[in-house]
C-alpha cells in the first residue's frame, strides 16, 4: 500500500493532468452551445481529412493476410490444372488407342504400363493384365504408333512384355517400299538394327519398316519404325542399316495386347524341316 502511495505522489502532476483533460472532454461532449458544436465539427472533419489523405498507405496485416489466401489459392488452381491436363492427355492417349482398335481386325486387350527397366540389355514393362484377361506368352503388344514387343510371361492378374530394347528381341521385318525382308534386332542405344540385307537391295534413310508375314509372332503389316541410317563397309556382304523405333519405349504408359497366337501346325511342320 505505502509502494503505491509513493507512486501516485510520484506521477501527481500527470495524474491530475489526465484527470482535468477527462472531465474537459466530458463537460465539452455533454455542453451543446454553438462554439462547442462549432469546435466538435471542425475536429471531425480534420479527423476525416487526415483519415481520407493517408487511406492510400494499406494496411501491413490486411495485405499479409490477404497474400497468404491468395497463395493458397493459386496452389489449389495449379494442382487442379496439373489433373485437367494428365486427364486430357490420358484421354487423347485412349481416343487413340480406340482408333487403333477400331481400324484393326484383330481382337486386342487395353492394359496400362506398371512397371518397366529401361537401363539393362534385356529391358521388360509390367502391364497390369493376365491370364484371367486372355493374355497369353508370344501375344503382341502395341501402341497407336507400332510395335512395343511381345508378352514373355503371364500371372492370373500381370503380364511380362519384352519390349524392342531387349538383346534378345527378334522379329521378321520388311522394309515397305522396297519390299526388302530382313531380321530385326537391338544390339544397344536407341535404334534397331536390321540384318542380312544384301548390298545390292533397295533401302533408304526415310523407308517405313513394317512386320513381315514370315514371322509366327507378330501379325504382318505393323509398324515398327523408320530406317533413320544406312552405311556400307567395304567386303562385307550386308549393309548395315539403323531403325528408329515408331514409339517411344521410355515413354509408353497404355499399350494393347493383340489377342495372337502363332499357328501350332505352321510352326510344327515348319520346325520339322528346319531339324
Do not use: C
Not at 471531425?44 to 497463395?71: D, H, K, M, Q, W
Not at 481386325?105 to 492394359?111: H, S
Not at 527397366?117 to 503382341?140: A, C
Amino acid at each position: 500500500m505505502r509502494r503505491l502511495v509513493d507512486i501516485v505522489l510520484l506521477f501527481k502532476e500527470y495524474l491530475l493532468l489526465i484527470f482535468y483533460v477527462l472531465i474537459s472532454l466530458l463537460l465539452l461532449a455533454l455542453n451543446d452551445a454553438p462554439q462547442i458544436r462549432t469546435i466538435r465539427s471542425l475536429t471531425l472533419a480534420t479527423i476525416g481529412a487526415v483519415e481520407s489523405a493517408f487511406g492510400f498507405i494499406p494496411n501491413y496485416f490486411e495485405l499479409r493476410s490477404e497474400n497468404t489466401i491468395l497463395r493458397e489459392q493459386n496452389l489449389s488452381l495449379s494442382e487442379e490444372l496439373i489433373r485437367l491436363r494428365e486427364a486430357k492427355l490420358e484421354n487423347d492417349r485412349l481416343r487413340q488407342l480406340l482408333a487403333l482398335k477400331e481400324r484393326s481386325p484383330f481382337t486386342y486387350v487395353a492394359a496400362t504400363v506398371v512397371g518397366k527397366t529401361m537401363h539393362l540389355l534385356q529391358n521388360t514393362i509390367t502391364l497390369d493384365v493376365g491370364e484371367g484377361d486372355g493374355v497369353r506368352p508370344n501375344m503382341p503388344i502395341v501402341t497407336e504408333g507400332g510395335l512395343v514387343g511381345r508378352v514373355l510371361s503371364t500371372s492370373s492378374r500381370y503380364a511380362i512384355g519384352q519390349i524392342l530394347w531387349n538383346k534378345d528381341f527378334r522379329a521378321s521385318a520388311k522394309v515397305e517400299r522396297g519390299r526388302v525382308d530382313a531380321i530385326l534386332q537391338w544390339e544397344g542405344g536407341e535404334h534397331l538394327s536390321l540384318k542380312n540385307v544384301a548390298k545390292t537391295q533397295d533401302v533408304l534413310i526415310g523407308d517405313l519398316v513394317i512386320t513381315s508375314e514370315y514371322s509366327t509372332i507378330y501379325p504382318s503389316g505393323i509398324k515398327i519404325g523408320i530406317v533413320s541410317k544406312t552405311s556400307q563397309t567395304p567386303g562385307a556382304l550386308f549393309q548395315t542399316i539403323e531403325v528408329a523405333p515408331s514409339v517411344d519405349l521410355s515413354r509408353i504408359e497404355q499399350v494393347f495386347v493383340i489377342m495372337h497366337t502363332a499357328d501350332s501346325a505352321r510352326v510344327a511342320l515348319e520346325q520339322k524341316h528346319t531339324k
